[in-house]
């Protein structure tokens, strides 16, 4: 019942109809593509198409091939789709590099001039007929998600979890805000437990489609459902003024400074994430033995691709300088006590999830200094 509420929910709120093609990517066994990628669809009459693999080139010549019209996927998915049209628009001549930026600049004030600048990188892309992708499971980088937008593509972020079948809230086709993951689905409410001055707490959520509890574990389900079916989802955000959703970050991911300042590290790798020359980067807290304080910490994946591109030569200790300056001016952009204060330098991509989520899990509490 939980999720053909969620199907219903989601039914009322996206755009979907018989004329569309809707590209399956996701692995089915994960809620958020059984309910948003496959059934969903499936009761809209949408065709649907499945992806060969989880590669970024196979699934827009998947895309192009059948002219997908709707596409929903993770934000490490369409980074690396932005990654891929900057390191093409890098190889560019002097003059096609000019017009693209120029184009760009453009779709900051003017979407729909720039929707039409971008036609034939949009079709290279294997993205013409797209009328919208939906983004989840994580947050979407502020720069990806304007990056697409002002190539002339509609991205709807939304906020969910397996508890709820999974989406809570997502953004309106008629009113995308590219900031938020939109307003609470229909049936759901939303309210914000214990919010600091800046209305950041954490998100508590109750509705059809929340679950009844954890298989034979009544213990833990007592830690994150009320009896009133109110559930505690362990992620922390704020609603504004027009009821739009903001997630901040994961509780248990917080840093508290000494100063008792608290430190969002997805915050933290929104902004140095976008460096071109940073390929991954994940931050967490580190407690220093020798002070007794918390510290931002980091590993940071540097971008070998175009680090060898530019400098063939290169040796280990020059990237070590590269990336310092590189995490320095990066973090010029965040209050103080927010910036990175030690971070290592990792050759191997970070390991993920089956739905492309850092397994953070692995690297908490293992202090590198550089």
């Not at 967490?284 to 400098?311: C, F, M, S, W």
């Not at 492309?356 to 590198?368: C, E, S």
């Amino acid at each position: 019942a939980n999720i053909a509420s969620n199907v219903c929910a989601a039914y009322q709120v996206l755009d979907f109809g018989e004329e569309d093609t809707f590209i399956s990517i996701l692995p089915l066994h994960h809620s958020f593509e059984a309910t948003c990628g496959f059934l969903t669809p499936l009761c809209c009459g949408c065709k649907i198409v499945f992806s060969p693999s989880l590669k970024s080139k196979e699934i827009l010549e998947t895309m192009a091939n059948h002219s997908v019209t709707l596409m929903l996927g993770v934000p490490l998915l369409y980074e690396k789709i932005v990654e891929g049209v900057q390191r093409n628009v890098r190889d560019a001549s002097a003059f096609k590099r000019f017009i693209f930026h120029a184009g760009m600049n453009i779709g900051k004030i003017a979407k729909g001039i720039s929707k039409a600048m971008f036609k034939s990188v949009r079709k290279a892309m294997g993205m013409e007929g797209v009328r919208y992708l939906v983004s989840g499971a994580a947050a979407l980088a502020p720069w990806a998600s304007s990056f697409m937008e002002r190539l002339g593509l509609t991205v709807l972020q939304g906020y969910g979890l397996t508890e709820t079948s999974p989406i809570v809230s997502v953004n309106r086709l008629a009113n995308p805000d590219n900031i938020s993951v939109g307003p609470p689905v229909p049936s759901f409410d939303v309210r914000i437990d214990n919010p600091d001055e800046n209305g950041n707490g954490e998100i508590v959520v109750r509705g059809p489609s929340v679950m009844k509890g954890y298989y034979k574990n009544p213990k833990v389900t007592s830690e994150v459902l009320s009896s009133d079916g109110w559930l505690k989802t362990g992620d922390l955000g704020r609603l504004d003024s027009k009821g739009m959703l903001h997630i901040t970050g994961r509780a248990k991911n917080l840093i508290v400074t000494a100063a008792g300042k608290n430190v969002y590290p997805e915050e933290v790798e929104a902004v140095v994430g976008q460096n071109p020359y940073i390929a991954e980067i994940l931050v967490y807290g580190q407690l220093n033995e020798a002070t007794g304080r918390e510290e931002v910490h980091a590993i940071i994946v540097p971008n070998y691709e175009l680090i060898d591109a530019e400098k063939p030569d290169i040796s280990e200790r020059e990237i070590e300088y590269c990336m310092r300056e590189q995490v320095k001016k990066e973090c010029a952009k965040l209050a103080d006590y927010k910036r990175i204060k030690h971070f290592e330098l990792r050759e191997e991509e970070l390991p993920k999830t089956t739905t492309r989520k850092v397994k953070r899990y692995l690297f908490a509490k293992k202090p590198v200094r550089v």
